[in-house]
């Protein structure tokens, strides 16, 4: 003989399924929708860069003539976060736009560290010159 609230096996599924349906409806009601606080496939950085010139003037607009923000030195490491013709958007102590040909591209931002100690060491440091 079986000991229990419901002597049938059908029952207990039927009443749990019910309860489960009923508690599911009523939070989606009392809880808000919130969106995650970063979208998931977001990515503000495409990469990272060392300036290879003496100096680069750092722009707000991706034109010659737009207002210099400032300068970054060589060996600077800057985030890359948009490449538009030959302009590319940084990110370091400035944020503008700085002109692609005087930039090493790297994927990561530890070779990119990697190159700009090799290029603040000098030519005389680096084993491929004798």
Same mark, same amino acid.
């Given at each position: 003989? %079986?000991?229990?609230?419901?002597? $049938?096996?059908?029952? *207990?599924?039927?009443?749990? *399924?019910? /309860?489960?349906? &009923?508690?599911c409806?009523?939070?989606?009601?009392?809880?808000p /929708?919130?969106?995650?606080?970063?979208?998931?496939?977001?990515?503000?950085?495409? &990469? $990272?860069?060392v300036?290879?010139?003496?100096?680069?003037?750092?722009?707000?607009?991706?034109?010659?003539? #737009? *207002?210099?923000?400032? $300068? /970054?030195?060589?060996?600077?490491v *800057?985030?890359?976060?948009?490449?538009? @013709?030959?302009?590319i %958007?940084v990110n370091?102590?400035? @944020?503008?736009?700085? =002109?692609?040909?005087?930039?090493?591209?790297?994927?990561s =931002?530890?070779?990119?560290?990697?190159? #700009?100690?090799s290029?603040?060491?000098?030519?005389?440091s680096?084993?491929?010159? %004798?």
């Amino acid at each position: 003989m %079986r000991v229990g609230i419901f002597p $049938y096996r059908g029952q *207990v599924s039927i009443l749990a *399924v019910l /309860l489960l349906l &009923g508690a599911c409806s009523r939070a989606s009601e009392d809880l808000p /929708l919130t969106p995650p606080s970063t979208p998931p496939l977001s990515r503000s950085v495409i &990469g $990272y860069g060392v300036v290879n010139n003496s100096y680069t003037h750092v722009q707000n607009d991706p034109a010659s003539e #737009s *207002v210099s923000l400032g $300068y /970054l030195r060589r060996g600077a490491v *800057v985030e890359i976060l948009e490449r538009r @013709k030959s302009w590319i %958007r940084v990110n370091s102590v400035y @944020k503008g736009w700085i =002109k692609e040909e005087g930039v090493l591209f790297y994927r990561s =931002k530890a070779q990119a560290g990697t190159a #700009s100690e090799s290029l603040s060491r000098g030519p005389e440091s680096s084993p491929e010159v %004798r």
